[in-house]
T-cell receptor
Framework: DGGITQSPKYLFRKEGQNVTLSCEQN?????MYWYRQDPGQGLRLIYY???????QKGDIAEGYSVSREKKESFPLTVTSAQKNPTAFYLC????????????FGPGTRLTVL | AQKVTQAQTEISVVEKEDVTLDCVYE???????LFWYKQPPSGELVFLIR??????QNEISGRYSWNFQKSTSSFNFTITASQVVDSAVYFC???????????FGKGTRLHILP
């Protein structure tokens, strides 16, 4: 089955620790995205990648970092510089970077204690 | 400015009623794309429809229908004969051709009461 997987579903970390969220897709999509969703809120774009080995900052990139070394993988690291990291994180992909629908993974709920 | 407005924060209807979710967008581009997504309690966003700015035909898919009107910059979503499984948060979204980043509305939380 083609799709996007995110792991883990729930993640707990102590304040001050970096944590990496996994996102893998087997849809052969060029573009990938990371969003953050806070309770009762819409989605905010953290980082996006139009193609492998390339990525750009979204609207709220501070305190986050990404890499795109493989087409199918786009991991997100939440660093200790992120002031309020507790949130629901959604990864998405689209076939190309230009007006196409995005398909989403199941999300990772990160709680920083 | 580019913007998507979903004025209805929360709606509750009784099962089998019809319900319309409103979406109003702002863009100066002539080429753009509109989307609707469903977010059930599990959290994953599910793609429902994509419409480009040159196609104003209404779309029907089972109990779902969409009304795109450029004259009022609206892309409304109607669920006919609602069911409890339709309970979710629904997001309307916009991509402008020159920018390509998707802009989401804040979502409408829909409760279908049995």
């Amino acid at each position: 089955d083609g799709g996007i997987t995110q792991s883990p579903k729930y993640l707990f970390r102590k304040e001050g620790q970096n944590v990496t969220l996994s996102c893998e897709q087997n849809l052969n999509h060029d573009a990938m995205y990371w969003y953050r969703q806070d309770p009762g809120q819409g989605l905010r774009l953290i980082y996006y990648s139009q193609i492998v080995n390339d990525f750009q900052k979204g609207d709220i990139a501070e305190g986050y970092s990404v890499s795109r070394e493989k087409k199918e993988s786009f991991p997100l690291t939440v660093t200790s510089a992120q002031k309020n990291p507790t949130a629901f994180y959604l990864c998405a992909s689209s076939i190309y970077w230009s007006g196409y629908e995005q398909f989403f993974g199941p999300g990772t709920r990160l709680t920083v204690l | 400015a580019q913007k998507v407005t979903q004025a209805q924060t929360e709606i509750s209807v009784v099962e089998k009623e019809d319900v319309t979710l409103d979406c109003v967008y702002e863009t100066r581009d002539t080429t753009y794309y509109l989307f609707w997504y469903k977010q059930p309690p599990s959290g994953e966003l599910v793609f429902l429809i994509r419409r480009n700015s040159f196609d104003e035909q209404n779309e029907i898919s089972g109990r779902y229908s969409w009304n795109f009107q450029k004259s009022t910059s609206s892309f409304n979503f109607t669920i006919t004969a609602s069911q409890v499984v339709d309970s979710a948060v629904y997001f309307c979204a916009l991509i402008m051709n020159r920018d390509d980043k998707i802009i989401f509305g804040k979502g409408t939380r829909l409760h279908i009461l049995p």
